[in-house]
């Protein structure tokens, strides 16, 4: 039975962990669910927003199960651990779709990255952020040093991932890296996702994708996106598809 759950209503996909008795942490099948899933939203165009939740008042995401790793010799480890968490992570921040991450409890390592994959959080007033890594002699490994640098300021980053400190949910509104601290934070995510609703899909896919290229995310994918989108509307790729179906020379006229 899948531990990663996927439903939809009314144009809101959401994404819902359910490994409660571990603090929702993650393990090979759940981050197999977790991109099966990604496919599926990102091709159904009736969803203009994702929501990704968690089961439970304890823990939004604790990580990853140090019971699924800690078997892996060093080279898988590094080669089937840490990459493929990457990779599903990478496909959660590169999704054309908006993304809202509900902390409705304490994200720590692998659920605080998990967090940042999204384009924007919620958080409860008693939710916690961290990256406890070291405490147990490892380190972030699913984008805990490269895409919290991005959106969290250095030296709290640095408290984190050296000393281990907890950041509380005000601390982290100060910061930029939560939308908003909610006593209710569900509802309040899904107030932010209906608002999508009156916007243009294609103009936030599009606005989703220029910004990803300005900060580097998949950078060299987006940019393609980008002009491919705009090729493909044009009256000369109508025309090349045309000609070399008809197996004639084409005439382009730069429309």
């Given at each position: 039975?899948?531990?990663v759950?996927?439903?939809?209503?009314?144009?809101?996909?959401?994404?819902?962990?359910?490994?409660?008795?571990?603090?929702?942490?993650?393990?090979?099948?759940?981050?197999?669910?977790?991109?099966?899933?990604?496919?599926?939203?990102?091709?159904?165009?009736?969803?203009?927003?994702?929501?990704?939740?968690?089961?439970?008042?304890?823990?939004?995401?604790?990580?990853?199960?140090?019971?699924?790793?800690?078997?892996?010799?060093?080279?898988?480890?590094?080669?089937?651990?840490?990459?493929?968490?990457?990779?599903?992570?990478?496909?959660?921040?590169?999704?054309?779709?908006?993304t809202?991450?509900?902390?409705?409890a304490?994200?720590?390592?692998?659920?605080?990255?998990?967090?940042?994959?999204?384009?924007?959080?919620?958080?409860?007033?008693?939710?916690?952020?961290?990256?406890?890594?070291?405490?147990?002699?490892?380190?972030?490994?699913w984008?805990?040093?490269?895409?919290?640098?991005?959106?969290?300021?250095e030296?709290?980053?640095?408290?984190?991932?050296?000393?281990?400190?907890?950041?509380?949910?005000?601390?982290?509104?100060?910061?930029?890296?939560v939308?908003?601290?909610?006593?209710?934070?569900?509802?309040?995510?899904?107030?932010?996702?209906?608002?999508?609703?009156?916007?243009?899909?294609?103009?936030?896919?599009?606005?989703k994708?220029?910004?990803?290229a300005?900060?580097?995310?998949?950078?060299?994918?987006?940019?393609?996106?980008?002009?491919?989108?705009?090729?493909?509307?044009?009256?000369?790729?109508?025309?090349?598809?045309?000609?070399?179906?008809?197996?004639?020379?084409?005439?382009?006229?730069?429309?």
């Open positions: 039975m899948s531990a759950h996927l439903s939809q209503a009314d144009g809101i996909a959401t994404l819902q962990l359910d490994n409660p008795a571990k603090l929702n942490a993650f393990t090979p099948s759940m981050l197999d669910d977790l991109a099966r899933h990604l496919e599926v939203i990102d091709a159904d165009p009736r969803i203009v927003a994702v929501k990704l939740t968690s089961v439970g008042d304890r823990a939004f995401c604790a990580g990853a199960d140090i019971a699924a790793w800690s078997g892996y010799a060093p080279d898988e480890f590094a080669r089937i651990w840490v990459r493929t968490g990457h990779r599903v992570f990478d496909r959660l921040a590169r999704l054309s779709k908006p809202i991450a509900v902390l409705q304490h994200a720590f390592g692998g659920g605080l990255e998990l967090a940042a994959a999204c384009d924007i959080r919620v958080i409860a007033p008693q939710a916690t952020i961290a990256l406890p890594e070291t405490h147990i002699g490892i380190v972030p490994g984008s805990g040093t490269q895409r919290l640098s991005r959106l969290l300021p030296p709290a980053l640095r408290e984190m991932a050296l000393f281990g400190r907890r950041i509380d949910a005000a601390r982290a509104f100060s910061f930029g890296f939308a908003e601290v909610a006593d209710d934070a569900d509802g309040s995510a899904n107030g932010i996702a209906d608002k999508l609703k009156e916007t243009s899909p294609r103009a936030t896919e599009i606005a994708y220029m910004i990803n300005a900060v580097n995310e998949d950078a060299a994918a987006m940019i393609e996106a980008l002009g491919s989108g705009m090729i493909a509307a044009s009256a000369d790729r109508a025309e090349g598809v045309a000609s070399f179906t008809q197996k004639r020379k084409p005439k382009f006229d730069g429309r």
